[in-house]
Nanobody, 121 residues
């Protein structure tokens, strides 16, 4: 069974840090581009970061300089390190896999269930 499972979310004070993990199973992880998206209550799902097969990265302007995406193909895991968190980062964060490099949610065919990140003042 193909699965993506996120972990590492939680409650953190503004200015704090979290590292999200996404463990993949049932697919050849090294052949997929991986991305992180987030969705806050009442808002559309938005792109956060992506990492390609060759570890090229892309970030949304809102998180650039604060978040870092990385992957460990040996562990079938993609990470999102989030520093200097602000309340606007509060959302459910989703890990996703795509055949091609993209920042569009509709180009990702496999999604995890999400992990909640809450940033308080």
């Amino acid at each position: 069974q193909v699965q993506l499972v996120e972990s590492g979310g939680g409650l953190v004070m503004a200015g704090g840090s979290l590292r999200l993990s996404c463990a993949a199973s049932g697919l050849t992880f090294s052949k997929y581009n991986m991305g992180w998206f987030r969705q806050a209550p009442g808002l559309e799902r938005e792109f956060v970061a992506a990492i390609s097969l060759s570890t090229g990265t892309a970030y949304a302007d809102s998180v650039k300089g604060r978040f870092t995406i990385s992957r460990d193909n040996a562990k079938n895991t993609v990470y999102l390190r989030m520093n200097s968190l602000i309340p606007e980062d509060t959302a459910v964060y989703y890990c996703a896999a795509a055949r091609l490099s993209s920042n569009r949610a509709d180009e990702y065919h496999l999604w995890g269930q999400g992990t909640q990140v809450t940033v308080s003042l």
